[in-house]
C-alpha cells in the first residue's frame, strides 16, 4: 500500500518558491517592514563557482544603495502597498491544494454558515422592530422636551428635583476631574414669579441651532447664513418610514422660517438595503430629501457671484451674475448621488460624501436627538473624542521629547475634550472646536 502524501507536500508554492503561509494572501500591513523596505541579497556570496553550481547573481553595492532608496520613496512604498492590498483575499492556491474529502468538508461548513447567516440576519431585523418599539416609548419624552423648548409649559415640581439631581452628579463629576480646585457652590434656582415668567424670552431660545453647533461634526456644516435660518428651528426628532427598513430624521421649523422657505418640515429619510450585509448588519442604500421651497433670492445654499467685464472693442463694461453652489448646512437636504458615468477619481470623491452624509444622519439619530440637552449645556463635549488610549507596544514608532511635550497628562490616559461652563451659548457664539483644546 502506498504511502499517501503528507499536507505539507500537496501544498503549492508561490511563483518565488515560497510556502504560503495562510489560506488568504497575507495583507500587507503583515509583512516585516524589513522585507519591504530593504533588498534582499545572499547572507554568503562564494568567490568561486564550480562547474556543477548555479552562479548566484550579486548585487552591487550601489545597486544596492539604488534599491534601497527606491524602497524609501513615499510614492514607491504606496504603490507596492496598492500591488499587495488588491491581493488580499484572493486564493493563495492552499485550499485547492487539499485532498477532496477535506475540500468537501469545507464545502460543508460553508452551508453551516449559510444557516448561521439566516438566523443573524433574523437577530438583526428583531433587533430593529425592538429599536422601532422602544422609539414610541421614547415619544412622550421627546414631546413635554419640545413643549419646553417652545414654552408652551414650564417643568414640574418632579422634572426639576430629577434634574437638579443629575446637576449635582455631573458637579461631582467635574470637580473630581480637577483636584486643585475648590468644589463650586451648586445653585438652586427659585420659582420664578408671574412678573419673572412674563419679561423672560419664551421657551428655551436657539436651543437645537445650539445642540447642533455644539457637535464637532455638524458645526462644520453650518454657517453664519445658515444661523439666521437654523434658530427657528423648534424640534428634531425620529421616525420610521413603512416601505422599507430605514429611518427619518424631521426638522420642524417655527413661522419665522418662513422668510427663507415656506416648508414648515424638512426630513431626509435613510434606506436601507433589504438583505443585511456580511456582518450582520443593514447596509445602507440610499437616502432621500425634501426639496426645499426657498423664497426668492434667500437660497442659503448658493451665492450670486458679480464679476465686471469690458468689451475689447468698446471699452464699455456690464455686471454679469452668475449663481454658485455654496456651503451651507441645508445642502443636507439634498444627499449626493453616485454618477452614471465610471470614473475612478469621482467615484472616490462620492464615496467619501456619502459616508460622511450617512455618518451625520447616524449621529443625529443615535447621538443628538436623545441627548440634545447635553449637547445644547456642552457636557457632551466631555465625551466627544474619548478614546485617546495608545497601546504600550505602539509607543515605539514615536520618539520622546519631553522638552517640546505639552502633554501634562499620564502616559495612556483617555483624553476627553473639557466642556465650557455654559457649552456654546446663543449670545457667545463660541466656535466649538475651541472646546477640543487640552
Keep these: 500500500m502506498s504511502e499517501q502524501p503528507s499536507s505539507a507536500q500537496n501544498i503549492k508554492l508561490t ?19 524589513s522585507v519591504m523596505s530593504r533588498p534582499q541579497v545572499p547572507s554568503t556570496l562564494s568567490e568561486e563557482v564550480g562547474e556543477d553550481d548555479e552562479e548566484i547573481p550579486v548585487i552591487s553595492s550601489g545597486a544596492a544603495a539604488g534599491l534601497a532608496g527606491l524602497a524609501s520613496n513615499p510614492a514607491f512604498a504606496s504603490l507596492v502597498q496598492g500591488r499587495l492590498s488588491s491581493l488580499v483575499g484572493r486564493s493563495s492556491g492552499y485550499i485547492e491544494s487539499l485532498p477532496a474529502p477535506v475540500r ?48 408652551s409649559r414650564e417643568p414640574s415640581k418632579d422634572e426639576i428635583e430629577k434634574g437638579e439631581k443629575e446637576e449635582d452628579e455631573d458637579e461631582e463629576d467635574f470637580d473630581s476631574e480637577d483636584e486643585d ?39 462644520e456644516l453650518i454657517t453664519e447664513r445658515d444661523e439666521e435660518a437654523l434658530k427657528f428651528l423648534i424640534d428634531v ?3 420610521y418610514p413603512t416601505e422599507k427598513p430605514g429611518f427619518t430624521l424631521v426638522f420642524e421649523f417655527e413661522e419665522g422660517a418662513k422668510a427663507f422657505f415656506s416648508n414648515t418640515t424638512l426630513e431626509k429619510t435613510y434606506y436601507y438595503q433589504d438583505e443585511v450585509g456580511y456582518e450582520g448588519d443593514f447596509v445602507y442604500d440610499h437616502a432621500v430629501g425634501t426639496e426645499i421651497q426657498w423664497v426668492e433670492g434667500k437660497n442659503l445654499t448658493v451665492r450670486v457671484e458679480t464679476k465686471k467685464q469690458r468689451n475689447k472693442n468698446t471699452n464699455q463694461t456690464r455686471i454679469v451674475k452668475k449663481v454658485v453652489p455654496t456651503d451651507s448646512f441645508f445642502s443636507f ?43 445644547f449645556t456642552g457636557k457632551a463635549l466631555r465625551y466627544e473624542q474619548g478614546d485617546g488610549d495608545f497601546d504600550s507596544e505602539d509607543d515605539d514608532e514615536f520618539d520622546e521629547d519631553e522638552e517640546d511635550s505639552d502633554d501634562d497628562e499620564p502616559r495612556g490616559s483617555v483624553r476627553k475634550a473639557p466642556a465650557p461652563p455654559s457649552g456654546n451659548t446663543p449670545a457667545s457664539h463660541q466656535d466649538p472646536q475651541e472646546c477640543k483644546q487640552s
Excluded at 109 to 130: D, P, S, Y
Excluded at 190 to 212: Q, V
Design 181 to 219: 480646585e475648590e468644589p463650586r457652590p451648586r445653585e438652586r434656582i427659585p420659582e420664578p414669579t408671574a412678573e419673572e415668567l412674563a419679561s423672560a424670552p419664551k421657551g428655551i431660545p436657539e436651543f437645537w441651532l445650539t445642540a447642533l453647533k455644539n457637535h464637532l461634526g455638524l458645526s
Design 104 to 151: 468537501r468538508r469545507i464545502t460543508g461548513l460553508k452551508g453551516v454558515q449559510a444557516e448561521h447567516a439566516k438566523i443573524e440576519a433574523e437577530f438583526q431585523k428583531e433587533i430593529f422592530e425592538l429599536e422601532k418599539k422602544f422609539a414610541e416609548k421614547y415619544r412622550p419624552l421627546y414631546e413635554k422636551r419640545r413643549a419646553l423648548i417652545e414654552g
Design 333 to 375: 437636504f439634498t444627499p449626493p448621488v453616485p454618477p452614471e458615468d465610471e470614473d475612478e477619481d469621482i467615484e472616490e470623491d462620492i464615496d467619501e460624501k456619502l459616508e460622511l452624509d450617512y455618518q451625520i444622519g447616524e449621529d443625529l439619530k443615535e447621538r443628538v436627538i436623545p441627548r440634545a440637552i447635553d449637547f
Design 15 to 33: 511563483p518565488q518558491g515560497d510556502i504560503a503561509p495562510t489560506p488568504q494572501n497575507t495583507p500587507a500591513a503583515h509583512l516585516s517592514h
Design 237 to 239: 426628532r425620529l421616525s
